[in-house]
């Protein structure tokens, strides 16, 4: 075996696996974890959160005509009366960007 092609054969494996792990990479979903978190810490410059919970599946949405895989959660945070029980709040971020995309006040 002559090394210049052995030594083609493996550049070419390591090109093909390079592109191959950028295709799968793309197709990936943010972890709902770190989309509760981001929202989260959005509601947190506002005041303070005291609850909070996403639908762990991705589920299809669709917004002004276009389609999405989303993530559904929901944000409780504490009114500056301590007698008053908070304020409701749902959300809907993208799963693959993690952008949120909607919230209303419940």
Do not use: C
């Amino acid at each position: 075996m002559n090394w210049k092609t052995f030594l083609l054969g493996v550049a070419t494996g390591a090109a093909a696996a390079y592109a191959v792990n950028e295709v799968i990479s793309d197709n990936k979903d943010v972890p709902a974890q770190k989309v509760l978190s981001h929202a989260r810490s959005q509601f947190k410059s506002s005041g303070p959160v005291s609850g909070s919970w996403i639908h762990m599946e991705a589920l299809p949405f669709e917004k002004n005509g276009i389609h999405y895989r989303v993530y559904r959660g929901g944000i409780t945070r504490q009114v500056s009366d301590s007698t008053q029980p908070g304020e409701q709040f749902e959300f809907v971020a993208d799963a693959t960007t993690g952008t949120i995309l909607e919230v209303s006040r419940l």
